[in-house]
């Protein structure tokens, strides 16, 4: 494969858009598939780009003779995985003020395991700038959710204000390469094509009513968490190739013989007993022996190592943990060094935001999923970072919130609490029991009160009674 085809600017994936009255014609699909062709070089070279298939590998070939190392130092999969672990190392929590709501959202998340689909869905966002989440009915009519990359499916939307979404295109290629296949999924439904023509008797109702697919998105400009650094990380690669090949010419280097001829048998004898001895002369003195090497550049080298990682954190503003100064900061010097990562979280936590909303709004258009298509409009959504906690001081912060907010906002300063609605219940419950014991407790101690004054009264009148009989 020739390099220069590996050499941007690829087309970056801004919105496909139609007009709104245009009809949904294969001819029409056909054109919006040619298009997002013409951006697929871009995505397959970020994927390779996170898996480590990085350009040195496609370099020419050096001479058989000459060292030819090939290495790949893989940050954008680092950075990448740094990011998601801070940032989302903690699942997303969603609450919904209504009990019998929440209970419904949590059976929909705990059913499609929303934990790891939206951890690997928010990887794809992070490797192509914006990913897709596709819904479906099982055979059960449960709503289901399956992650696409932007590879396999893309969305095409009104050239209006409002910017709807018209018409989404999930596609591919059968094993030969030579057939598409795929399916158009519209507001009010859905049709499957094979080749350029739909396939006959495919068409069948969309029961969310809305185009059942919706774009996660890393910015506006949908690019990918590490596409900044791209070129620095090819560059950092060259040189550090360069690099090994300098040591493994020096390993390789000539031995240089001036003024004496030494036979094979001489050569041999001072590569295997390492022992070089030449006589025969009277001149010994003029008589020298040294190694060829190349002039080394290593300080150079070492100076633009530096200088690019330092640039590659610095742009893609993604911290690096391993550098020793990280580990020995303090709590404030720790949140100043992991600001500039925190930022980068925080505003895409916003695109996150919309997308979730629009996922469970799909998930109200099936009114066999909930009765109020509108519930989805009060899901509260927390979003935690991952970063070293000190309980005690939550602890002390929680004490000191007593009597001053409610019971809710008290607990949801404790990390160690996942879902404070669920802990309420959990203390609401144990109060319950202890005051049941309590009672249960007081009513033996007064039972145990009345029975020794009974029997203290009987006494007592029993003793009356004998002092008058004597009286008498």
Known sequence: MNITENKRPYKLP???????????????VNKYIRLHEERLPRYRYLENLYKGFHNIFMQPEKENWKPDNRLAVNFPKYITDIFL????????KKHHPDKATNEVFKDFDHRNGIVDHEFELIKNVCKFGHAFEYFYQDEEAHTRVARNTPIEAFVVYENTLRKKARFAVRYGYDDSGATKYGEVLECDKIREFKGDIFTENSEKPNAYGKIP?????MNEERMSLFESIAGLTEVFNKTIAEKANDVDSFSEAYLVILGAEVDDEGIYRIRDNRIINMYGTDNAKDILVQFLTKPTADDTQENLLDRMEALIHKISMIIDISNENFGNSTGEALAHKLLPT??????????????LKKRYKLFCCIPANIADKNAWEDIEFKFSENLPKNIKNEAETAKSLEGVTSKETQLSVLSIVDDVSEEIKKIKKEEDEARKEAEKISSGILGFGAAANKAATTEENSATEEGLNNEQ
Do not use: H
């Open 14 to 28: 801004e919105p496909l858009y139609c007009e709104p009255d245009d009809e949904i014609t294969m001819e029409l």
């Open 342 to 355: 925190s930022n980068v979280v925080k505003f895409f936590n916003r695109k996150i935001e919309k997308s």
């Open 85 to 92: 672990g801070f940032g989302y190392g903690i699942p997303i």
């Open 213 to 217: 697919i919706v774009e996660w998105v």
